[in-house]
């Protein structure tokens, strides 16, 4: 048994563990064994994360939509992993993985290299925000890892190195790149066997053709379990944590029409801000052990 993580302020310590302690492990399919320890003392020490109040009041707000809690459970991950999030943007997951890991495993930030030129300038500020983040509050973050890849080229690190890899609302991004295929080989290659590839992404009602979701950013869950198999990964289960039914998927900007992007006319807000967040699929995929 590990001792539970201590970096939440001892006055809301004992109140976060006894409210977290009893927090459901949302899943489907056979991840009743993903966790080497009681799940109640797991769901705990990441609940205690996710109630950090390091965290961005703005990032907390949309904990209604992005679930982060029955997520990062269903995706099995654990403290004492390693465990590589790609491309992390700002670093609305970096806040609850980095300091959950920050003991006994070891976070690694997979960003777009900031040397090489000519990349969207969100990029560079991104990577900016996040090392700004980290640098900040090493008392909570630690020093958790920043490696750099090469977008046209992608590589995560030493092949068999890491237990888990987790991307978030990125997959649509690559299909409309057309280099989704090169991301999923290097997500095989770095995983260790029996390792686990989470993928959460803008879900397209099936059928809809490629270029209609590379214009709208989302993707069918068809299109993903084709790019996971076809570099060798098993789906492992599929969670309903985070679909939204009141997300038609047809929007007049596409995905970005809804929170938080908001890509709307002023006077269509409330109709949006109803909605909430897209539906998203949510897929836990493995490496074969063998």
């Not at 609850?96 to 290299?113: F, K, N, Q, S």
């Not at 046209?152 to 997959?171: Q, W």
């Not at 997500?187 to 059928?207: E, S, Y």
Request: hydrophobic share 40%; aromatic share 10%; proline share 7%.
């Amino acid at each position: 048994m590990r001792a539970l993580i201590t970096f939440v302020p001892i006055a809301l310590t004992t109140a976060l563990l006894a409210a977290c302690a009893s927090t459901p492990s949302v899943s489907t399919g056979s991840d009743a064994a993903v966790t080497t320890m009681p799940v109640a003392e797991a769901d705990a020490a990441l609940g205690a994360a996710i109630a950090g109040t390091w965290r961005d009041a703005r990032n907390s707000a949309r904990d209604v939509y992005r679930h982060p809690q029955q997520t990062l459970n269903f995706f099995g991950v654990e403290p004492t992993q390693t465990v590589i999030e790609i491309t992390p943007g700002g670093g609305w997951y970096a806040e609850i993985l980095a300091p959950y890991l920050r003991d006994e495993g070891h976070y690694i930030a997979a960003v777009w290299d900031d040397a090489i030129p000519g990349q969207p300038k969100y990029r560079y500020d991104l990577n900016k925000t996040l090392r700004t983040k980290f640098a900040g509050n090493a008392t909570v973050y630690g020093t958790p890892e920043v490696r750099v890849f090469d977008p046209k080229a992608p590589g995560f690190g030493a092949a068999n190195s890491a237990d888990t890899v987790l991307t978030f609302r990125n997959a649509h991004n690559w299909v409309s790149d057309g280099n989704a295929e090169a991301y999923f080989k290097a997500f095989f290659t770095v995983l260790k066997p029996g390792g686990t590839l989470g993928v959460v992404d803008h879900r397209a009602k099936p059928g809809t053709t490629l270029d209609a979701m590379k214009d709208s950013g989302y993707l069918t869950e068809a299109l993903v379990i084709e790019l996971a198999q076809g570099t060798g990964f098993v789906l492992d289960a599929k969670s309903e944590v985070n679909a939204n039914p009141k997300d038609s998927a047809d929007h007049p900007n596409g995905v970005w029409t809804l929170p938080p992007t908001n890509r709307h006319d002023a006077t269509d807000a409330a109709k949006y801000q109803a909605i909430g967040e897209s539906d998203r699929m949510t897929l836990r995929f493995k490496k074969p052990a063998g």
